[in-house]
Nanobody, 126 residues
Framework: QFVESGGGLVHPGGSLRLSCEIS?????????VGWVRQASGKEREGVAC????????RYAHSVRGRFTISRDNAKNTVYLEMNSLKLDDTALYSC????????????????????WGQGTQVNVSA
């Protein structure tokens, strides 16, 4: 369903772009695709999502202004551009699809109905 790529090791202040190829970016009503991360020992955090219907984007407070989510319908791909990375951004990032009402942008993402990719690791280290 979802295939992520683009994780890796980066220094603080650096940038990475994650990609999520999905089966279709057709305008499903009330459905959003985005990214959820989980750092070691911490709960899941909804990072950003984009509604497939109208392209509305939402962000967690912790990443607002640094991360940008976008989509390319021709490539059936959702991207997460991450800039000004911090040590606290280190986590496993998973591409997730779910109804918009189930999205939590911030700590505590815990939807039983979400579709998950396998995840890609992002390590921010000096």
């Amino acid at each position: 369903q979802f295939v992520e790529s683009g994780g890796g090791l980066v220094h603080p202040g650096g940038s990475l772009r994650l990609s999520c190829e999905i089966s279709s970016t057709a305008a499903l009503y009330n459905y959003a695709v985005g990214w959820v991360r989980q750092a070691s020992g911490k709960e899941r955090e909804g990072v950003a999502c984009i509604e497939l219907g109208d392209g509305t984007t939402r962000y967690a407070h912790s990443v607002r202004g640094r991360f940008t989510i976008s989509r390319d319908n021709a490539k059936n791909t959702v991207y997460l551009e991450m800039n000004s990375l911090k040590l606290d951004d280190t986590a496993l990032y998973s591409c997730v699809g779910d109804a918009i009402e189930n999205w939590v942008l911030g700590p505590g993402f815990d939807s039983a109905y979400a579709t998950w990719g396998q995840g890609t690791q992002v390590n921010v280290s000096a």
